[in-house]
C-alpha cells in the first residue's frame, strides 16, 4: 500500500476512551431508549435514567440528530450489548470522555497526518493504479489549494516528503475551526481510519460525502483487492472500518447540518 497511513500510532485520548467501551455490560439490561434535553443537551435516557460514558459522565450532545442515532444504536441492540455494531456510541463516549478535556493533542494529531497525508504518497507502478491515485487525489489536493490555502505537495513512492511549513499552518487552521467535542472527535476517527487530514477535512466541509470519502481513503485497497481478490478476515476488517468511518462522517454531516 502507498501511503503513510500505518506510520502513525494515535497519541491522542481519543484511543484510551475508545478502549474503556469493552466494559460495557454484555447483556441488555434496558427496554426503553429516549432521548431528553436538559440543560441545553440531549441526554440518552434507558429506561428512564441518563446513560453514562466508561469514564460515568452523562452520555449527552449539543445535537439532537447525533442523540437519536445514538439512541437508534442502543435500540438495534438484542439480548447482547455488542459495542462493536455501536459505532457512534463509541465515538461519542471517545469525545466526552478523551476530547473535551485534552482537545489540544487531537488537533496536532491529525496535523501530524497532514505532513504524512496518504493522497500525497503515490504509485509510479501499476499504472492503472497511479492513474485511479491521481483521478481521485488530484482534485482533493487541488481543493485543499483553493478552500484552505494549503498547497500540500505529492511526491511518487513511500519516501517520505515534507511538507511547506505554510501549508500545515493552513490545515492547523481549518482544524482548529472544528468545534471539539464530538465534531473533532469525528474529524479525529476520519482522519485516522482513512490516513488522510485532507479526506476528513474535506468530509467535514461538505466537500465529500461518506462514500465518496471512503473511495477515496480505498483506493489502494481496492486496487489491490481487484487483482489479488480478498479473504473472509479482510473483508471483515475493511467493513468494521467502514462501519466505524460512516459513524464519523454522519457526525460531521449532522454538526455542519446543525451549523448552517
Not at 82 to 89: H, I, K, N
Request: include cysteine.
Amino acid at each position: 500500500m502507498f501511503g503513510a497511513r500505518e506510520e502513525h500510532e494515535p497519541r491522542d485520548p481519543m484511543k484510551a476512551a475508545q478502549g474503556g467501551m469493552r466494559n460495557v455490560l454484555p447483556k441488555r439490561f434496558y427496554a426503553a431508549v429516549s432521548v431528553e434535553l436538559r440543560q441545553g443537551l440531549w441526554h440518552l435516557l434507558l429506561d428512564g435514567k441518563v446513560a453514562r460514558t466508561p469514564a460515568r459522565q452523562p452520555l449527552a450532545v449539543d445535537n439532537e440528530a447525533i442523540a437519536a442515532a445514538i439512541a437508534d444504536e442502543w435500540q438495534a441492540q438484542d439480548s447482547q450489548i455488542s459495542p462493536a455494531t455501536m459505532p457512534l456510541t463509541r465515538l461519542v463516549n471517545a469525545a466526552i470522555d478523551g476530547v473535551r478535556d485534552a482537545d489540544v493533542p487531537v488537533r496536532e494529531e491529525i496535523v501530524r497526518y497532514a505532513g504524512s497525508d496518504l493522497i500525497c504518497y503515490r504509485a509510479e507502478t501499476p499504472r492503472e493504479l497511479a492513474e485511479r491515485q491521481c483521478a481521485i487525489w488530484d482534485p482533493l489536493l487541488a481543493w485543499t489549494r483553493e478552500a484552505l490555502g494549503a498547497d500540500l505537495k505529492p511526491a511518487n513512492g513511500i519516501i517520505h516528503v515534507t511538507q511547506p511549513p505554510q501549508a500545515l499552518t493552513r490545515i492547523a487552521e481549518a482544524v482548529a475551526a472544528i468545534a471539539a467535542p464530538v465534531p473533532l472527535a469525528a474529524l479525529s476517527a476520519a482522519t485516522t481510519i482513512s490516513g488522510s487530514a485532507v479526506i476528513a477535512l474535506a468530509l467535514a466541509h461538505g466537500r465529500l460525502d461518506a462514500d465518496a470519502a471512503w473511495q477515496a481513503s480505498s483506493v489502494d485497497e481496492d486496487y489491490q483487492a481487484s487483482v489479488w481478490g480478498t479473504d473472509d478476515e479482510a473483508v471483515f476488517r475493511q467493513a468494521n472500518r467502514r462501519r466505524d468511518f460512516g459513524a464519523a462522517a454522519l457526525a460531521l454531516a449532522s454538526s455542519r447540518a446543525r451549523a448552517s
